[in-house]
């Protein structure tokens, strides 16, 4: 059973920081991995996507890495906001099609003080 | 697009009253989810439907949860009788198969209370 856990559970900075959040999977054998920025009180945006065949995906502040074969995940963001201030998940999916299950971890709450 | 559209955002009822949820996926997305999101299990699959097909429902937890899909652009879950343990945010998203990267668009959620 594939088991998803982000490190750290909460984390707080000051605003201008560059930052990384963690995500580690027990089971290589994904199809992709996502992730997901959810504000409190609302549903999951997603921010990223990686391929397995992909090491790496940008957008804007935003870096996501994907070592497949150690089971790992890293989320850069850089030059962190107060905007940024949000819980944060990482989901893999096993398969190709769309029906494939997706297994979220806990998430990273971020705050991002002024 | 408005996006995954849910209803109601807030639910407040009694333990052993029916609670129905609502969705309507994006136009044209053929995928429809169910997640529920608890502090001490996090998010999880309920069910999904494929072109309004149930096909994996092994994520409801019991006979009092059911949910429905009579077209493609409207679903429902229903708990009947509801109980405090089942006081969560309930997600629906829906996804276009075969997409660019099968991604799931979420709607913003019914937080259901149960007293």
């Known amino acids: 059973k594939q088991e998803v856990t982000q490190i750290p559970a909460a984390l707080s900075v000051p605003e201008g920081e560059n930052l990384v959040l963690n995500c580690s999977f027990t089971?290589?054998?994904?199809?992709?991995l996502q992730w997901f920025r959810q504000d409190p009180g609302k549903g999951l945006t997603s921010l990223l996507l990686i391929q397995s065949s992909q090491r790496e995906q940008t957008s804007g502040r935003l870096n996501a890495s994907l070592d497949k074969s150690s089971g790992r995940s890293t989320l850069y963001i850089a030059a962190s906001q107060p905007g940024d201030s949000a819980t944060y998940l990482c989901a893999v999916r096993r398969g190709e099609t769309s029906g494939s299950r997706l297994t979220f971890g806990e998430g990273t709450q971020l705050t991002v003080n002024p | 697009d408005a996006g995954v559209i849910q209803s109601p955002r807030h639910e407040v009822t009694e333990m052993g009253q029916e609670v129905t949820l609502r969705c309507k996926p994006i136009?044209?997305?053929?995928?429809l989810f169910w997640y529920r999101q608890t502090m001490m299990r996090g998010l999880e699959l309920l069910i999904y439907?494929?072109?309004?097909?149930?096909?994996?429902d092994s994520g409801m937890p019991e006979d009092r949860f059911s949910a429905k899909m009579p077209n493609a652009s409207f679903s429902t879950l229903k708990i009947q009788p509801s109980e405090p343990r089942d006081s969560a945010v309930y997600f629906c998203?829906?996804?276009?198969?075969?997409?660019?990267?099968?991604?799931?668009?979420f709607g913003p959620g019914t937080r259901l209370t149960v007293l």
């Open positions: 998203a829906s996804s276009l198969d075969p997409g660019p990267h099968n991604e799931q668009f």
């Open positions: 439907f494929n072109n309004n097909v149930p096909i994996d």
């Open positions: 089971d290589s054998a994904i199809y992709n």
């Open positions: 136009s044209g997305h053929d995928y």
